[in-house]
């Protein structure tokens, strides 16, 4: 089906309405040994973390898969949020002792889960406590950490209880949904711009 002028612009605004309204922010890491306690020093570990912060649902999905360990996995969670972007470390934010069902035990492996936010279990009660003492307020402190590159993901293990492997969280360097919709934008006004001169 071919979409004549003001079809393709219609269609171009209304996706554009579409994905500009969704607030969906992608944060990733790549984890290593480096920042984590001297018992991580020799470590190998390695893996990837996608984190996508959802200010409009208020949801969190955590993916993070992991290998090469020295000893086999105790906890993982996030830490926030660090004095300076990048470097520190920090209480942790989420459920403690870990992350529900992250696999415990293991030198490698891969995880996945959906957090909804409002609700008091997907937070360490003492983050709550210091951030107004409403999951609200936690959320707020979070989304700030995150933004400003201030919060960790690591993953403790039997060889080093203070954490082997960690990762900063980084926005992610896709377009967002607004890129998007301003792409479209300008694709319809492009060819609205050659219709009229006749090309």
């Known amino acids: 089906m071919r ?11 209304a996706f554009s309405a579409t994905v500009a309204s969704a607030h969906p922010v992608t944060y990733i890491g790549t984890l290593s ?11 190998l570990g390695t893996g990837t973390v996608s984190l996508v ?7 969190m999905k955590v993916d993070v898969t992991f ?12 830490h926030c949020c660090t004095s300076a972007a990048g470097a520190g470390s920090a209480g942790v934010a989420t459920p403690l002792p870990t992350f529900p069902l992250f696999p415990l035990g ?7 889960m959906t957090f909804d936010m409002t609700q008091a279990s997907s937070w360490n009660p003492a983050f709550v406590t210091a951030n107004g003492g409403t999951t609200s307020g936690a959320f707020a402190a979070f989304a700030t950490g995150l933004a400003d590159g201030k919060a960790y993901l690591n993953i403790h293990s039997s060889t080093s209880g203070g954490g082997e492997i960690r990762t900063f ?3 992610s360097p896709v377009p967002e949904p607004e890129t998007y919709a301003l792409m479209l934008a300008g694709l319809g006004l492009l060819v609205l711009r050659r219709r009229s001169l006749g090309r």
Do not use: Q
Not at 3 to 13: C, D, S
Not at 33 to 43: I, K, M, R
Not at 73 to 78: C, D, E, K, L, P
Not at 106 to 112: C, E
């Open 67 to 78: 290998s090469g360990l020295s000893g086999n996995t105790t906890a993982s969670h996030i």
């Open 169 to 171: 969280l980084v926005p």
């Open 53 to 59: 912060f959802d200010d409009d649902t208020f949801t």
């Open 106 to 112: 293991v030198k490698s492996g891969s995880y996945s």
């Open 3 to 13: 979409l004549t002028t003001p079809a393709l612009l219609a269609a171009t605004l």
């Open 33 to 43: 040994n480096l920042g984590e306690p001297a018992t991580a020093a020799g470590s």
